[in-house]
């Protein structure tokens, strides 16, 4: 019977906790490393098995250290299920120790010796197994272990990788120089953050997870990095609505944006609002936009706002404000946010009002951020690239340094609350790779909080309802998907 659990956990950790969590389960609770390794690649010669049923012959490509040694395991039981199997060694094989090499010795005790990394005999494999480099790696990976890893990539049609793709980083989820793309990877005893957010999802595949039985409370005893949330989690915080409920009673959201030619951007975050239940919803724009808008959309109120003296009324009578969507950076952009950032009411910051922001800096504990890596970057005054390649150290900093919720788009999006706790949101689909789809999200956040949740919880709720209905758009295909096909989905997952 398979040790991997059907689901995965909602607790994430750190490289670190990780190893904590492994010295206290051998040292404290005497639970032997080789008893853990056997059940590791236990655990993942099931999956295998289950993954790939008519696999006959598989490759084996074991590294230096204990994911070496699952490696070893895993091939010793395919070759006591009579499976075709080869184990490739990288490294020099005298210099194993330990758990690592009594897991290597029980395999030459079946004749299954390995021999040195020969590429031609990846080809030749149904099933490629990349028991390579663990989740120590802490530098970009070269030489022989790069050739491998891209013959991996670019050989083999079925990849099965433990614990981690080989390559990634476990805890930021950037790939160090090269990486395994699996289809699929099992991770044992914590689950990595790095496997949730940046290149994680991609190169892990189909994920799964084992405990390997380890004792249950040894997890109170170490501190977790993240929690994992979704929308089905956090259904506690839409009930149903009391049959004597009114418009009034479910908030007000003033959305503010939509410069010459982008009044779509405003449009979509409002009626995004809307969709998830705000009672009324205004839109404050260009004088051009305000009389369209109601054309295409006419639950929408819409105001010409050509000063930043036209808000003055729209601010008394909102109780959260979405400023962002389609804003620009003109003066007439520039008015707006310094008008809006003087209200104490809770705000959605977005798109150009975070570029705006960057330029002059404040803080505040009643916003929502949500920058995309690009935003990010110029709020911190960085690169892209640096965002990244540690999406975590990002979100705490821009937290830290801007006060309030930031939230980190992209995939594997992190929350972190005015408590720097982080949460990291897994719906969502490449679908989403199209322009208005943050503009949505903004809508989606103000109009949870227009019915009274919390800024941090209605970012969380907020980034799993946005991704749950693109999840549910995609039914028609991720490629082409538009922030509009979002809309009706919002209405049903808002209504759980």
């Known amino acids: 019977m398979t040790l991997a659990t059907p689901s995965l956990p909602q607790t994430l950790y750190s490289t670190s906790a990780v190893r904590e969590l492994d010295r206290i389960a051998i040292q404290e609770r005497n639970v032997a490393g080789l008893e853990l390794m056997e059940r ?124 981690i793709p080989s390559g990634l980083n476990a805890d930021t989820g950037a790939v160090m120089g090269v990486a395994v793309k699996a289809d699929a990877c099992i991770t044992f005893i914590g689950m990595k953050q790095g496997l949730m957010t940046a290149e994680g999802p991609a190169l892990c595949g189909e994920l799964s997870f084992s405990d390997l039985v380890v004792p249950e409370d040894i997890y109170e005893q170490v501190t977790t990095s993240a929690r994992r949330v979704s929308v089905d989690e956090l259904k506690t915080f839409l009930p149903r609505r009391e049959r004597s409920t009114h418009k009034g009673q479910c908030g007000h959201v003033l959305v503010i944006g939509g410069d010459y ?69 003109s003066e007439w952009a520039s008015s707006l946010i310094a008008k809006t950032l003087q209200t104490k009411l809770p705000l959605i910051i977005d798109a150009d009002a975070l570029n705006l922001l960057s330029l002059e800096p404040s803080v505040s504990d009643e916003w929502v951020l949500t920058p995309h890596p690009g935003e990010a970057a110029r709020l911190l005054a960085c690169s892209s690239g640096e965002v990244q390649a540690d999406r975590f150290a990002a979100a705490k900093a821009i937290q830290k340094n801007y006060g309030g919720v930031c939230v980190l788009k992209g995939s594997g999006s992190l929350i972190i609350d005015t408590k720097q706790s982080i949460s990291v949101a897994t719906e969502g689909n490449p679908g989403m ?45 991720e490629r082409g998907m538009l922030a509009s096909d979002l809309m009706p989905h919002l209405r049903s997952v808002a209504n759980p």
């Not at 039981?77 to 199997?85: C, F, M, N, P, T």
């Not at 503009?439 to 919880?457: C, E, F, M, W």
Request: with cysteine.
């Open 433 to 477: 790779a199209s322009g208005g789809m943050g503009d949505v999200l903004s809508g989606v956040i103000a109009g949870l909080i227009a019915q009274g949740l919390k800024t941090d919880d209605a970012a969380r709720v907020g980034v799993c309802v946005h991704g749950a209905a693109a999840d549910a758009a995609a039914i028609f295909g």
């Open 261 to 329: 030619g982008f009044a779509g951007a405003v449009r979509m975050a409002a009626e995004a609002a809307m969709r998830v239940g705000a009672g009324l919803v205004t839109v404050a724009t260009r004088p051009e936009h305000a009389l369209n808008i109601p054309l295409a959309r006419p639950e929408l109120m819409t105001r010409a706002v050509t000063s930043a003296e036209d808000l003055h009324p729209l601010l008394s009578r909102a109780n959260v404000i979405v400023i962002g969507p389609g804003l620009g950076q």
């Open 40 to 163: 590791a690649g236990q655990s993942a010669f099931d999956l295998m098995c289950e993954r790939w049923p008519q696999a006959k012959r598989v490759v084996v490509l074991c590294g230096m250290g204990n994911n070496g040694g699952d490696g070893y395991i895993l091939a010793r039981l395919a070759k006591e299920a009579q499976l075709d199997v080869c184990i490739m060694q990288l490294g020099d094989k005298s210099n194993l120790k330990g758990d690592a090499l009594a897991a290597a010795t029980k395999c030459h005790a079946l004749d299954l010796q390995s021999e040195p990394y020969q590429p031609n005999l990846i080809e030749k494999a149904d099933v490629v197994v990349d028991a390579l480099l663990g989740t120590g790696l802490d530098r970009e990976v070269d030489g022989d272990w790069r050739i491998a890893i891209e013959d991996i990539n670019r050989m083999s049609e079925a990849i099965l990788s433990l614990d």
